[in-house]
Nanobody
């Protein structure tokens, strides 16, 4: 199992940008596909973005395409989520997750390891 810790969240104004980081504890991090999910108040957790183990394949929720970018640095055991043009509707707790499958995964059930979450409130 991979231990994950998110960082970089915090209050941001509408139109601003933020980069989330997720550090993984395991040295075999490079063999895991990674994903970002979010959960807004009163709503279910939803898929945001995912990346395969090499970093060459990615997938995004339609709502974030063109504004969010997922990337990873296997030498640092870290995955990132760059978020641009933020608006209040994306206010949520953002979670990093790891999947033992090396290819891109988008379903919550495919991810066995989760971080504690990083709140991203966006003010209008």
């Amino acid at each position: 199992q991979v231990q994950l810790v998110e960082s970089g969240g915090g209050l941001v104004q509408a139109g601003g940008s933020l980069r989330l980081s997720c550090a993984a504890s395991r040295r075999t991090f490079s063999g895991y596909a990674m994903g970002w999910f979010r959960q807004a108040p009163g709503k279910e957790r939803e898929f945001v973005a995912a990346i395969n183990w090499t970093g060459r394949s990615t997938d995004y929720a339609d709502s974030v395409k063109g504004r969010f970018t997922i990337s990873r640095d296997n030498s640092k055991n870290t995955v990132y989520l760059q978020m641009n043009s933020l608006n209040p509707v994306v206010t949520a707790v953002y979670y990093c997750a790891a999947s033992r499958a090396p290819s891109v995964r988008t379903s919550i059930s495919d991810f066995g390891s989760w971080g504690p979450g990083s709140p991203v409130p966006v003010s209008s």
